[in-house]
């Protein structure tokens, strides 16, 4: 199983940015998946997730300014994040989660002040 984390970058407070999660060596459509982020210091916590159903949960930090979709065609989880700050600053983890759970490599997002 591979989750291949793209789309982090460097951008300035109130910018945006696109992560999108690449899934290969499993059922994609059976698992939920999941964002998570990480920031220096701090442990990981969940930014969003959404459910092999289409349910979606946020975490109240994203609530409002950012979206998780997927599309099961091409195996793949997004996250639209708006309205960045720099508290935002971390590195961003997809996750795959069913009976196993699986993670991916990271991606950092970088918001400058």
């Known amino acids: 199983v591979q989750l291949q984390a793209s789309g982090g970058g460097l951008v300035q407070t109130g910018g945006s940015l696109r992560l999108s999660c690449a899934a290969s060596?499993?059922?994609?459509?059976?698992?939920?998946m999941g964002w998570y982020r990480q920031a220096p210091g701090k442990q990981r916590e969940l930014v969003a997730e959404?459910?092999?159903?289409?349910?979606?949960n946020y975490a109240d930090s994203a609530k409002g300014r950012f979206a998780i979709s997927r599309d099961n065609a091409k195996n793949t989880v997004y996250l639209q994040m708006n309205s960045l700050q720099p508290e935002d600053t971390a590195v961003y983890y997809c996750n795959a989660r069913s009976v196993f759970t699986y993670w991916g490599q990271g991606t950092q997002v970088t918001v400058s002040s």
């Open positions: 959404i459910t092999n159903g289409g349910f979606t």
């Open positions: 060596g499993l059922i994609f459509s059976s698992y939920n």
